[in-house]
């Protein structure tokens, strides 16, 4: 599985004796299905980013709308109205259909990876998280996680810059939940590839007062009086 993860300060190490857990390892099991890896995509940093350019495209529908007022006043609209609306609307439904098979293949490919419907146990102590997946056990120790955060129904966990675990909530008991949430606020907030939200919004932004400065330049020449 791919992606990013929550925040914090480090956990206990690899060097760490088994009673430094306190209350004892963390075990559960479950079968993770595609709606859990649905969920946890949508909240990816990379993917919340797309997201929220997706919103500012949409933006573009009332915009171009307030242009077309303008252009209105001197007969112009009858021209280009239709097809600057429904241009409008046809890339930001193009947008969201492509972010919605984009979420839709990734969680049936980690599904698919992980062989959910098989059950995975998960293990966490004082050396690391372990994973039994049928034929594939794996092991991260703590020092090597990235991030860590939690949806309403998984714990969502960074084990490289690239690479996500989903551990679902349901695989625990209530008073593990509390212990496994106070462990994962421990692990350290380390920088994400494609996870910064606001540089890019704020090129998106300026992209936009240039395009409405121009077309206004345009406007005001080609209507000097």
């Known amino acids: 599985m791919g992606s990013s993860a929550g925040d914090g300060a480090e956990l206990v190490g ?26 946890v995509w949508t909240v990816l940093p990379r993917n919340r980013r797309a997201l929220v350019e997706l919103v500012f495209s949409l933006l573009a529908i009332p915009v171009f709308w307030l242009m077309l007022a303008v252009l209105d006043s001197h007969g ?31 969680a049936r490919a980690a599904a698919k990876q992980m062989r959910s419907a098989e059950g995975v146990e998960f293990r966490f102590d004082s050396v690391g998280i372990s994973l039994e ?32 675990m989903a551990v679902p909530k349901r695989a625990f008991a209530a008073n ?32 936009w007062f240039v395009f409405l400065g121009v077309f206004l330049a345009v406007w005001r020449h080609l209507n000097p009086g």
């Open 14 to 39: 690899t060097n760490a004796h088994p009673g430094e857990f306190e209350g004892g390892p963390i075990v559960g099991r479950a079968e993770l299905t595609e709606q859990d890896f649905k969920e």
């Open 76 to 106: 112009w609209r009858g021209l280009w109205s239709l097809p600057v609306i429904v241009g409008s609307f046809l890339v930001g439904a193009w947008l969201a259909f492509r972010l919605w098979r984009q979420r839709f293949a990734w």
């Open 133 to 164: 997946i049928p034929g594939a056990p794996c092991q991260h120790e703590w020092s090597s996680l990235q991030r860590s955060f939690e949806t309403a129904h998984c714990f969502v966990i960074y084990t490289t810059p690239t690479m996500v």
């Open 176 to 207: 593990e939940l509390t212990r496994l949430h106070a462990r994962l606020l421990q692990v350290p907030k380390r920088e994400l590839p494609n996870s910064a939200l606001w540089p890019p919004l704020r090129r998106r932004v300026l992209l």
